[in-house]
């Protein structure tokens, strides 16, 4: 016999490609277990106005491989309160609710931290763009994000190559990186600016523009991470102090729309089952991770407790492959 009766799915925070691959294998799971399945729209604010579906096996057909989610995501500062928790929590007994997968963030995973203490079960899943989640390796919609923006780079370092360009190439990553180092290395850019390592010093940059100009390269492209921003004005600065024309391209939201890739279709459904699976088992107030090799849970403060950093290693190599300030 399962331990839950009838589990909620809600997507909450930022969207991120393969959310509904993800929603898709919970319901599909936990119906394959036993378990009911309702949907709560628009996140924990849905949650508060009772914004509820019933979900069945036909109710996430054709959803595979569409961006954003079904649901619709948002954020609720009422759920920020004691009272908003208690609310949540009390309209969930009513719709006989006893398990919720909640697929987000960290911020979505306090959420879910709030209903476990009020008696509802609850288990995260790690969905978001920016992979900054400390428990797990891998985040459902990174994969997406990167390949959309790697495209759009090397169509950026086309026309910059053409013109002799310089090109500031803005990718979403409010206060991580790993998006930018990843296209970075993979699109080739001379320079590589993430929140956790940039110094600031400008100047370096332009010296370095001034030296590959020099070595006769005809682009010089720097993705720089929305946590540092100001692409335009830096763009405007760099022209000033090299002479060389250049341009700020923001690639913004385009970065999370789209069709999840297959990896990240593949995570999403895995994850998404392993959350149906482990509250048919009994577990509360735990987080999916992807962890060396294996999926696996954790208690969601052991989970927000940890700490993630961008790999020395990796970042030296970025800038090494760069070749960034060489003179030969
Ligand atoms: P993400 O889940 O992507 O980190 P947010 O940080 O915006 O995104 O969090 C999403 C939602 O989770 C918030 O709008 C809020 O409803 C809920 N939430 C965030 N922090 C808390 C908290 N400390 N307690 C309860 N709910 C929270
Ligand atoms: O989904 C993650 C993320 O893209 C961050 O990189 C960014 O800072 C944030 O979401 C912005 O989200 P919104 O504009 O919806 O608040």
Partial sequence: ??????????????????????????????????????????????????EIIDMDTRSVSDIIQRGGTILGTARCSEFRT???QQK?????????????????????????????????????IPGTIDLDIAC????????????????AIDKVRDTSSSHERCSIIEVMGRNAGYIALWCGVANGAEDILIPEK???????????????????????????????????????????ATGIETRATILGYM???????????????????????????????????????????FDIEEALQMQKNISEYEFEVSRALSMSGMTK
């Fill in 136 to 151: 797990t390796d891998y985040t459902i919609g990174f994969d997406t994000a990167i390949n959309t923006a790697m495209d």
């Fill in 255 to 297: 970065q999370r729309g789209g069709n999840p890739t297959c990896t990240d279709r593949y995570y999403a459904s895995i994850m998404g089952a392993y959350a149906a699976d482990i509250l048919c088992e009994g577990k509360s107030n735990r987080v999916v991770g992807f962890k060396n090799g294996a999926f696996v849970d």
């Fill in 1 to 50: 016999m399962p331990a839950v009766k009838t589990i909620g799915v809600l997507t909450s925070g930022g969207d991120a490609p393969g959310m509904n691959a993800a929603i898709r294998a919970v319901v599909r799971k936990a119906i394959v277990n036993g378990v009911s399945v309702k949907g709560i729209k628009k996140g924990y604010q849905g949650l508060l106005n009772e």
């Fill in 198 to 240: 940039y110094d600031y010093n400008e100047q370096s940059i332009i010296n370095n523009i001034i030296a590959n100009r020099r070595r006769g390269k005809t682009h010089h492209l720097i993705v720089n991470a929305e946590g540092i921003g100001h692409s335009t004005s830096m763009a405007r600065r760099i022209e000033a």
């Fill in 88 to 124: 949540g929590a009390d309209i969930c007994k009513k719709h006989g609710i006893d398990g919720i997968v909640v697929i987000g963030g960290d911020g979505s995973y306090r959420g879910a931290q709030a209903l476990a203490r009020h008696g509802i079960n609850t288990v995260g």
């Fill in 82 to 84: 004691e009272e908003g």
